[in-house]
């Protein structure tokens, strides 16, 4: 018991020792003014097609959202809401999205497996049929899962949009390793890799995501011009959704319990100095 007991503190040690030695740094992502910040704010309906036509069109490749069904896209605040389908089972337009995919399913007669068309209560596919194939498609790193990435790191959607419009040339001097890119916003330790200065290593990581967007990659239904900052901004604006649905109806709620502790109070005050109005004091 005592041999385990040092064991788990000399590791402990260790790792506060290796945290100490990994400086890590990377540039404060850039502040967006998103139409769902602050207590008031509502996301963007137009901007949530956008964005999951981006995930769906690109990121879909290679990240999974396996918290994601389709009938979550037709749900109250999502991308695909329609007042006409309170049930998100029946919105045609998301059962027509979940037909575009096969399934793997099992005849109930045969026993055979057989590929059926989805339905809005599948959930998003996976990309890879498991985590090592994920890897090996992708240089040895694994492409998260983006359900609630958006929670998930520090800065939310200001750090996914800064992510993805951060890719660019290496700073001369930098030794970039093959299969991985320079971004300033994604962590990382580059002492190591760099010949310069020693006092002027560059903030930011190696990431093993090729730059995913380019303009035009996606063509936008509603006309609105497809440039890299604008499929950042509207895919972050998705993750953020998907992230948490309900962000609406909390906010909502945060709203009304605001102001009935305003009332409450104001009816406080006027009650004790109602009470306390012919006592001196
Ligand atoms: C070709 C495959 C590929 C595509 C396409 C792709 N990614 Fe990635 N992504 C990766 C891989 C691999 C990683 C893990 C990188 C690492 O850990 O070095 C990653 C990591 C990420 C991360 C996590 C970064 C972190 O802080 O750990 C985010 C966020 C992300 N991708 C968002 C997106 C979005 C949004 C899209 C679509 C616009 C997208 N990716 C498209 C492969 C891809």
């Not at 490749?61 to 605040?77: D, I, P």
């Not at 190591?192 to 930011?204: I, L």
């Amino acid at each position: 018991m005592l041999r385990k007991g040092f064991a788990l503190a000399a590791l402990g040690l260790a790792l506060v020792a290796g945290h100490a030695m990994a400086a890590t740094t990377e540039e404060e992502p850039k502040s967006v003014e998103w139409s769902f910040k602050g207590p008031l704010g509502k996301f963007d309906q137009a901007q949530l097609q956008r964005g999951y036509k981006v995930y769906r069109e690109v990121c879909s490749a290679c990240h999974a959202m396996e918290l994601m069904s389709f009938r979550n896209l037709g749900q109250k605040g999502g991308p695909f809401y329609d007042e006409k389908y309170k049930n998100a089972n029946d919105n045609p337009y998301v059962k027509s999205i979940a037909k575009d995919y096969q399934f793997d399913d099992i005849d109930s007669e045969t026993g055979d497996t057989v590929k059926r068309p989805g339905t809005s209560a599948d959930r998003f596919p996976h990309p890879f049929p498991n985590e090592p194939a994920a890897r090996a498609s992708n240089g040895g790193a694994l492409p998260p899962d983006l359900s609630d990435m958006a929670k998930a790191r520090e800065g939310g959607p200001d750090y996914i949009y800064s992510l993805l419009t951060g890719f660019g040339h290496a700073p001369a001097g930098l030794t970039v390793p093959a299969g991985k890119y320079y971004n300033p916003y994604f962590p990382g330790d580059l002492g190591s890799f760099w010949k310069g200065d020693a006092t002027k290593v560059p903030v930011g990581g190696f990431i093993g995501m090729p730059p995913p967007l380019a303009d035009n990659k996606v063509t936008f239904d509603d006309g609105t011009k497809s440039t890299v900052d604008q499929q950042a901004k509207d895919v972050s604006a998705f993750l953020t959704w998907a992230a948490e649905p309900k962000m609406e109806e909390r906010k909502a709620f945060g709203l009304a319990a605001m102001i009935y502790l305003l009332i409450f109070s104001g009816l406080l005050w006027f009650s004790y100095k109602k009470i306390w109005k012919n006592v001196a004091h």
